[in-house]
């Protein structure tokens, strides 16, 4: 015989109870240990088992089936609602407890809150098990798309040219219901213009409440499906979206911290990341890195002051590009005289300080003139080189020598391996490069949730399945 044939009228002997068919070291049951592990009343979920009234699924057992599903990308409700009667490591994890998908979405709904501190237990499991040491932490963020659209974006202008057609298309509904009254004809069309009529003024009340928030709230734009995203800009182009955050240690490259923001950029995330991270470590660390993209020098102080070295590269050194000739730091500062000097010998005296942040430093057009670099050095032959030194330059010149050290080129080398992995894992391997909820309160719950997947993956890969039970006490 060629080949083998399944027959599917074959009589066969099943184990009798679904715990035989899950192997010791399946990853499920590492899941369920660490989820068993998280204390729900610390998560801020309801958990009382002598509650009178109608029975409800176990929070703890809807926990563990969200955190599993979004382990293996399976996070709508209905698709979960599917895994639960035919996928056996499911009906294993809910020891036989079927809720439909209203059921889970309803748990993940009203459970927001509590879902985002889902990671914060998991990394102090983490850090109870040695796994979190948090000296060094590596801060990263990444833009992803909100369950919206553009189209369904607003600004005062768009809203004020949809009021301005809306009243010219009411005011012509309006015409032409007065002609049909005239000429009466049928009723028919006559209705069907009050139908749209109305349906015009609805569209108005909504467009009109639309634009009272950008006013009242003082925001250029806003999205009718979901309030709190915004426009994000990135290699896929512009789309509806968030910034996520996260902040990794360093050890075993677990995350510490997650969090998502609606901004379009990193600049002013480090600082708050950091704080937050250290919150849930319990005291503070020792170095801090980021990239280039987080390099906004008062929000990079207020870590430095707290007494944690920080590692951020300027954008320049980021990208290795060379300076030009002439560059600034060819020009050498004199803090007594409040003066540069030029390569030439000439000096760049204080002229004007701009916003409370730079101060200018102009030479004089004549010398500029008469030097053998014009030029090449400037082109500006009426006032002549200028300078721009930040009030903060002392700080930004000890970070640019930090990381051009050794110690500094081999911290930030060690962020790539670290901070962008777990990106890597939750957006390639899960699929999750997207949220499925709006508004912050749900997206951080669905980072939360994604971040602790990470972890406890891990985890596996580092203890193996057997040994993270072991470590859990299970």
């Known amino acids: 015989m060629a080949y083998r044939y399944g027959d599917r009228t074959q009589g066969m002997l099943f184990p009798v109870c679904v715990e035989d068919y899950v192997a010791g070291d399946a990853p499920v049951?590492?899941?369920?240990?660490?989820?068993?592990?998280?204390?729900?009343?610390?998560?801020?979920?309801?958990?009382?088992?002598?509650?009178?009234?109608?029975?409800q699924y176990d929070p703890k057992a809807m926990l563990k089936l969200l955190v599993y599903g979004y382990a293996y990308g399976i996070r709508s409700s209905r698709k979960l609602e599917r895994e639960v009667h035919y996928n056996v490591s499911f009906m294993w994890l809910m020891g036989g407890l079927k809720?439909?998908?209203?059921?889970?979405?309803?748990?993940?709904?009203?459970?927001?809150?509590?879902?985002?501190?889902?990671?914060?237990?998991?990394?102090?499991?983490?850090?109870?098990l040695e796994m979190i040491e948090g000296n060094m932490l590596f801060v990263d963020g990444s833009k992803w798309r909100a369950n919206a659209s553009l189209k369904s974006g607003w600004t005062k202008e768009k809203c004020q040219e949809v009021l301005a057609r809306l009243d010219e298309r009411i005011e012509q509904i309006l015409l032409e219901c007065d002609e049909i009254d005239e000429q009466e004809e049928g009723s028919g069309s006559l209705v069907e213009m009050e139908k749209e009529l109305a349906d015009q003024k609805r569209l108005k009340e909504r467009v009109q409440a639309i634009l009272w928030e950008l006013q009242a709230e003082g925001k250029s734009t806003t999205n009718s499906t979901d309030p709190d995203c915004t426009r994000i800009r990135g290699r896929q182009g512009s789309h509806a979206g968030y910034n996520t955050q996260i902040v990794v240690d360093e050890k075993e490259g677990l995350i510490v911290h997650s969090d998502v923001v609606n901004q379009?950029?990193?600049?002013?995330?480090?600082?708050?990341?950091?704080?937050?991270?250290?919150?849930?470590?319990?005291?503070?660390?020792?170095?801090?890195?980021?990239?280039?993209g987080f390099a906004e020098y008062e929000d990079l102080r207020r870590i430095e002051e707290q007494g944690i070295e920080v590692v951020v590269p300027s954008r320049r050194q980021a990208e290795g590009k060379p300076g030009k000739p002439f560059d600034k730091s060819e020009f050498m500062y004199d803090a007594e005289r409040d003066a540069y000097r030029c390569p030439e010998g000439h000096w760049l005296p204080f002229r004007y300080e701009q916003d409370g942040k730079k101060k200018r430093y102009y030479a004089t057009g004549r010398i500029c003139r008469e030097c053998?670099?014009?030029?090449?050095?400037?082109?500006?032959?009426?006032?002549?080189r200028h300078i721009t030194r930040y009030v903060n330059e002392e700080f930004r010149e000890k970070l640019t020598r930090r990381y051009e050290s050794a110690k500094g080129r081999a911290i930030y080398g060690m962020r790539k391996e670290k901070v962008e992995l777990p990106f890597g894992h939750i957006k390639r391997n899960l699929g999750a490069g997207y949220f499925l909820l709006r508004g912050l309160s749900g997206v951080r719950a669905e980072m939360s949730l994604l971040a602790t997947c990470f972890n406890v993956a891990r985890l596996i890969t580092i203890l193996g399945v057997t040994g993270l039970i072991a470590q859990l006490g299970g």
């Open 372 to 384: 053998a670099h014009f030029g090449v050095c400037t082109k500006n032959g009426r006032k002549g």
């Open 29 to 55: 049951r590492a899941y369920d240990a660490m989820l068993e592990a998280i204390d729900l009343g610390a998560l801020g979920i309801d958990w009382n088992p002598e509650k009178v009234g109608c029975p």
């Open 264 to 292: 379009n950029t990193d600049l002013g995330q480090f600082a708050g990341q950091v704080e937050q991270a250290e919150e849930t470590l319990g005291k503070a660390c020792e170095t801090a890195c980021a990239d280039a």
């Open 99 to 128: 809720p439909d998908h209203k059921t889970i979405a309803e748990f993940r709904r009203r459970n927001k809150s509590a879902l985002k501190q889902v990671i914060r237990e998991c990394a102090r499991i983490c850090l109870r």
